[in-house]
T-cell receptor, first 112, second 114 residues
Framework: KAGVTQTPRYLIKTRGQQVTLSCSPI?????VSWYQQTPGQGLQFLFEYFSETQRNKGNFPGRFSGRQFSNSRSEMNVSTLELGDSALYLC???????????FGQGTRLTVV | AQTVTQSQPEMSVQEAETVTLSCTYD???????LFWYKQPPSRQMILVIRQEAYKQQNATENRFSVNFQKAAKSFSLKISDSQLGDTAMYFCAFMNSGYSTLTFGKGTMLLVSP
């Protein structure tokens, strides 16, 4: 069974640009969550999608958005990038509530 | 809102020794789930062990075991017979019952030396 796939693995963007990250969950998993990991703030929850609907949202500005497609693949978008958005973005897929979250290898975003 | 605290930013242990990583959490819920995840330098977050709050018995997975003290809101991870491959960042995480999202602690960097 294929794991969680995140693309791209690395990304360098300029301040003010926008970026789209992609996550393909494990087959059959309908819940996809996104987390931002930085040295200072640690791992912070961005949002969760289930069956194409945003089910939960963390405390991030509106520049961060996401969506989920009918095949459960998810994308997150960050508009008007700031230097502070430099981080490792992790995607996790879950088979059901209160079960193990499986993580992708992450996308390392650097904003210059 | 739940919070998870890991008070040890870094720890070192020698191969074959035993080490315990600490985690405390704060919640007003009575039913929830606790996890320990491991993140090696490859960045891949891997589940180490899972504990349901309603189960009094401490979870065990091979060399990994937990000491779950619900009243004290404490969830420590014990690694026995440490191996070089155990070198990684370890995160304690909380999941509310009925949810799929995690609240993480800041992590503990564990270095296992020969």
């Amino acid at each position: 069974k294929a794991g969680v796939t995140q693309t791209p693995r690395y990304l360098i963007k300029t301040r003010g640009q926008q970026v789209t990250l992609s996550c393909s969950p494990i087959s059959g998993h309908r819940s996809v969550s996104w987390y931002q990991q930085t040295p200072g703030q640690g791992l912070q929850f961005l949002f969760e999608y289930f069956s194409e609907t945003q089910r939960n949202k963390g405390n991030f500005p509106g520049r961060f958005s996401g969506r989920q497609f009918s095949n459960s693949r998810s994308e997150m978008n960050v508009s008007t990038l700031e230097l502070g958005d430099s981080a490792l973005y992790l995607c996790a897929s879950v088979a059901g509530q209160n079960t193990e979250a499986f993580f992708g290898q992450g996308t390392r975003l650097t904003v210059v | 809102a739940q919070t998870v605290t890991q008070s040890q930013p870094e720890m070192s242990v020698q191969e074959a020794e035993t080490v315990t990583l600490s985690c405390t959490y704060d919640t007003s819920e009575s039913n929830y789930y606790l996890f320990w995840y491991k993140q090696p330098p490859s960045r891949q977050m891997i589940l180490v062990i899972r504990q349901e709050a309603y189960k009094q018995q401490n979870a065990t997975e091979n060399r990994f075991s937990v000491n779950f003290q619900k009243a004290a809101k404490s969830f420590s991870l014990k690694i026995s017979d440490s191996q070089l491959g155990d070198t990684a960042m370890y995160f304690c995480a909380f999941m509310n019952s009925g949810y799929s999202t995690l609240t993480f602690g800041k992590g503990t960097m564990l270095l296992v030396s020969p």
